[in-house]
């Protein structure tokens, strides 16, 4: 049966904290506009503040398709912003974690949520540059004001594989851009008497900052999404952007059974084992028997 509290009990902190992956759902106050879930991941991205505070780092999104491209991609609803553009327009969020191993369970986190853009001072407090994922947007701040448990018996098993490079390895190459522009513009500044103003970088056509401008400027109900964050002269980490991030694994094998599979094929076998066992000692009962009687009968 489930539960409710008006606040985060301590032996959920605990498992909330070992998951892989949640999901954050939210939705814009007109009747018409789009409800939206989002799946989440990313190792260290996720993280409980207290018994009434969470929050998470949001990274880039696929994002609203640029006028130019309105065109070809007019039949394509593309969502990469929602999240954000509906906590301007109300602040409801409830994030969703759900077992996949162990005890079946399902936590709801009911909250309001703020997002701050990355560039911002609360961005900057809560993620050092050193520490920030590539591609990161904003921070999702929740205040929770009340979590639900329930059972999640049909819930299947999954066993956790890996995270997916493939963000990373698309996002990394457009921060690259942003900071070889970036210092560039800082290394030819003529007034060298006086230190240059990252306020008056440039805005490269093919980084990652020009990117959240054209593509995540707006939700796909036209709410107003990131405003700032493509504006601010925060320079990325180099090295995190210069970095190999392996091979791209967006279609990672599945074949490799899973323990789940693993149990399941064994118990078919030792069943299939004791059916033969028990099969065969019916019969061999069955002839003992008939052995006997005649014996007895020949006997007499």
Same mark, same amino acid.
């Given at each position: 049966m489930g539960k409710f509290y008006d606040e985060i009990p301590d032996f959920l902190i605990k498992w909330i904290e070992q998951q892989k992956m949640f999901w954050v759902a939210t939705a814009p106050?007109?009747?018409?506009? &789009?409800v939206n879930v989002s799946p989440k991941g990313y190792a260290g991205t996720f993280h409980v503040v207290d018994q009434h505070r969470v929050w998470y780092e949001d990274?880039?999104?696929?994002?609203?398709?640029?006028p130019s491209e309105?065109?070809?991609?007019? &039949?394509? @609803?593309?969502i990469g912003v929602e999240t954000i553009s509906h906590l301007?327009?109300?602040?409801? @969020?409830? @994030?969703?974690?759900?077992?996949?191993?162990?005890?079946?369970?399902?936590?709801?986190?009911f909250g309001t949520g703020t997002a701050h853009e990355f560039g911002t001072p609360e961005y900057n407090e809560l993620i050092p540059i050193e520490k920030?994922?590539?591609?990161?947007?904003?921070?999702?701040?929740?205040?929770?004001?009340?979590?639900?448990?329930?059972?999640?018996?049909?819930?299947?098993?999954?066993?956790?594989?890996?995270?997916?490079?493939?963000?990373?390895?698309?996002?990394?190459?457009?921060?690259?851009?942003?900071v070889k522009v970036e210092l560039a513009a800082l290394a030819s500044c003529d007034d060298q008497s006086s230190e240059p103003n990252p306020e008056q970088l440039p805005l490269s056509d093919d980084g990652l900052k020009d990117y959240w401008k054209n &593509?995540?400027?707006?939700?796909?109900?036209?709410?107003?999404?990131?405003?700032?964050s493509f504006l601010s002269r925060r320079i990325f980490s180099e090295a995190a952007a210069s970095r190999d991030w392996g091979e791209d694994?967006?279609?990672?094998?599945?074949?490799?059974?899973?323990?789940?599979?693993?149990?399941?094929?064994?118990?078919?076998?030792v069943d299939q084992k004791l059916l033969v066992g028990f099969v065969l000692g019916v019969v061999t009962t069955g002839l003992w028997i008939n052995f006997a009687t005649g014996l007895r009968a020949k006997v007499l």
């Open positions: 106050l007109s009747p018409a506009g &789009h990274l880039t999104g696929s994002g609203e398709p640029s309105q065109y070809e991609l007019r &039949h394509r @609803i593309v301007r327009d109300n602040g409801r @969020i409830t @994030i969703l974690f759900s077992a996949f191993e162990g005890p079946p369970r399902i936590v709801r986190l920030r994922s590539v591609g990161s947007r904003s921070v999702i701040v929740v205040d929770v004001h009340k979590v639900g448990t329930s059972c999640g018996f049909s819930i299947p098993f999954y066993a956790y594989k890996s995270d997916r490079m493939l963000l990373n390895k698309i996002a990394a190459p457009k921060e690259l851009v942003d &593509h995540n400027a707006k939700s796909i109900d036209g709410l107003p999404g990131l405003l700032s694994n967006v279609s990672i094998s599945t074949k490799t059974e899973d323990p789940v599979s693993k149990t399941f094929a064994v118990t078919q076998v």
